[in-house]
């Protein structure tokens, strides 16, 4: 299953830098993919799991495949986006199919790199920019409120989806984010989510560009980035744009030794993506045999023919059972050979949910 974040940001706060390292890790990683066209704003990036290469040690696969999740570069969000400005639209159609936003916030001073609002104030910038995914969510909610209006003078089910709208569209004339709406719960609220998939919605990880200074230590502009992500309930992740672009060109222990260096324990990109799996409710199952030691992205709470899918839609329909070993029990035993021997092989259902960190072999007949 595909997973994509969308980076917005003002110009001019690490946004491209941030893009550039994403999309060296994504080259780094694809000889893996031989059929991938890279779009010029989509970076295809391996996630981290220190777990592959466990399993790797004892089944000596060919290769090593990785989840990987996709991270989309969205141009032109300026002031008036909304309205057109910069790449307006073209921009809108691009968030509205990410999953997660990575909103990058420039937290430093640098005389040499100007920003578009003069300072820096990273508050001011935040809300800029969710200003305009909220005029672009009132605009949309506008179109289906004239439709429903239309609809409601024959269609009966559709009075209660207007009354919601109307509903909606007063809290968002607020200036107010869909993810503060009180009736989220609300059926005929999910309903008109799911089909014009607002902007203002969607989970936020707040990226605090720094410079090495900040890295050390919380500036000013960090703390208030900080405080207020605590007050609408998102993620920040505080890293040095710079930094992870030339972290990306250096090999594994090279780069461990630098962050060891500067007092961090992993890169910014690192936590990214894993608190972007984690607010998605994402787990991974591996596959390990001597071709390749796989991982498989699925949601949590899955049953074993539902995460048989993600490999093959005739597995989850020709279904029979799913042999597992847990993680842990197929490090344990050196592999599934030792791990049958311990009794640590389960033989497991259709009801079966999928656990992160199953080792899973799919008995199917179509």
């Known amino acids: 299953m595909g997973v994509a974040v969308?980076?917005?940001?003002?110009?001019?706060?690490?946004?491209?830098?941030?893009?550039?390292?994403?999309?060296?890790?994504?080259?780094?990683?694809?000889?893996?993919?031989?059929?991938?066209t890279i779009e010029p704003n989509k970076a295809v990036v391996p996630v981290p799991d220190e777990r592959l290469e466990e399993l790797a040690k004892i089944v000596n696969p060919e290769r090593i495949?990785?989840?990987t999740i996709d991270f989309v570069d969205i141009a032109?969000?300026?002031?008036?986006?909304?309205?057109?400005?910069?790449?307006?639209?073209?921009f809108l159609s691009n968030i509205r199919e990410v999953e997660v936003i990575l909103h990058m916030v420039r937290c430093f001073e640098d005389e040499n790199i100007t920003h578009v609002e003069g300072g820096?104030?990273?508050l001011r910038d935040i809300e800029i920019i969710e200003g305009e995914l909220i005029l672009a969510d009132i605009e949309q909610l506008d179109k289906k409120i004239t439709k429903l209006q239309r609809d409601a003078k024959t269609q009966k089910d559709a009075k209660p989806k207007l009354e919601q709208a109307l509903k909606l569209k007063a809290h968002l004339d607020n200036l107010q984010p869909v993810s503060t709406f009180e009736d989220k719960e609300d059926e005929t609220f999910l309903e008109l989510d799911k089909e014009l998939r607002f902007l203002s919605n969607k989970p936020v990880i707040y990226g605090a560009n720094t410079d090495e200074d900040g890295l050390l230590e919380d500036n000013e502009y960090v703390q208030a980035v900080q405080k207020h992500a605590e007050e609408v309930g998102a993620d920040v992740i505080k890293l040095c744009a710079k930094i992870?672009?030339?972290?990306?060109?250096l090999e594994e222990e090279e780069a461990k030794e630098f962050l060891t260096e500067l007092g961090i324990e992993e890169s910014g990109l690192e936590q990214i993506i894993k608190t972007a799996f984690a607010k998605l409710g994402l787990i991974?199952?591996?596959?390990?045999?001597?071709?390749?030691?796989?991982?498989?992205?699925?949601?949590?709470?899955w049953t074993a023919p539902k995460a048989a899918s993600v490999i093959h839609n005739d597995f989850e329909k020709g279904f029979i059972r799913a042999e597992v070993i847990s993680y842990e029990d197929f490090i344990t035993h050196k592999g599934e050979q030792g791990a049958k021997e311990a009794g640590k092989m389960r033989l497991e259902g259709k009801e079966y949910i999928v656990q992160d960190g199953d080792v899973m072999h799919f008995r199917f007949n179509v």
Not at 13 to 35: D, I, M, R
Not at 76 to 90: D, F, I, P, Q, R
Not at 244 to 249: A, R, T
């Open 120 to 122: 820096i104030d990273p």
């Open 76 to 90: 032109g969000l300026v002031k008036g986006a909304s309205k057109g400005e910069g790449l307006g639209n073209k």
């Open 244 to 249: 992870e672009e030339e972290l990306v060109g």
């Open 6 to 36: 969308g980076i917005v940001g003002l110009p001019n706060v690490g946004k491209s830098t941030t893009f550039n390292a994403l999309t060296k890790a994504q080259n780094a990683e694809s000889a893996n993919y031989p059929f991938c």
């Open 65 to 67: 495949q990785y989840s």
């Open 284 to 301: 991974s199952y591996f596959t390990a045999g001597v071709k390749e030691v796989r991982s498989w992205t699925i949601k949590k709470g």
